[in-house]
């Protein structure tokens, strides 16, 4: 497969649909960041356990938890309905720990580095047109 790679400005693309690897929704429209609903996930953290709820615009790294992450930390994210593991083999670039993934509609996927402090991260569109339908409304849709 080809490989092309785009310069997003940070917070010009919305997540609507972000799953786990069971196809569960890690959406979540009742906590709100930026005005809009946040992905949320399970997290595991030094023995303990709470949420953590992801601002969805891609490139924007705000964040809210119950529990105390400190910079450079390593968190274990998993799905709050089914409590599979986010996770995945690959391992970021600069930290050397293992990504975590979150699936989007028609096989793209956002993985990032799961080490408080670290922004490595990557977005895969597999269906390019499917995907900016998804991303934006029509009206400010690229023309392709």
Known sequence: MEQI??????????????????????????????????VTTLVRLKG??????????????????????????VVDLYCPHCGTALS???????????????????GGEIRACPKVGCRNHQLTIVDLDAQFAEFYNEERRPKM
Do not use: W
């Open 5 to 38: 790679v785009l310069k997003v400005p940070p917070g010009k693309i919305f997540i609507k649909d972000g799953r786990c690897p069971n196809n569960c929704s890690l959406m979540n429209k009742d906590k709100l960041l930026s005005g809009k609903p946040v």
């Open 48 to 73: 303990d356990t709470g949420t953590m709820h992801f601002n969805a615009f891609y490139g924007i790294f705000e964040y809210e938890t119950d529990l105390d992450p400190q910079q450079g930390d």
């Open 88 to 106: 995945v083999p690959e391992k970021c670039t600069m930290c050397h720990v293992h990504m975590f993934a979150i699936h989007l509609p028609d």
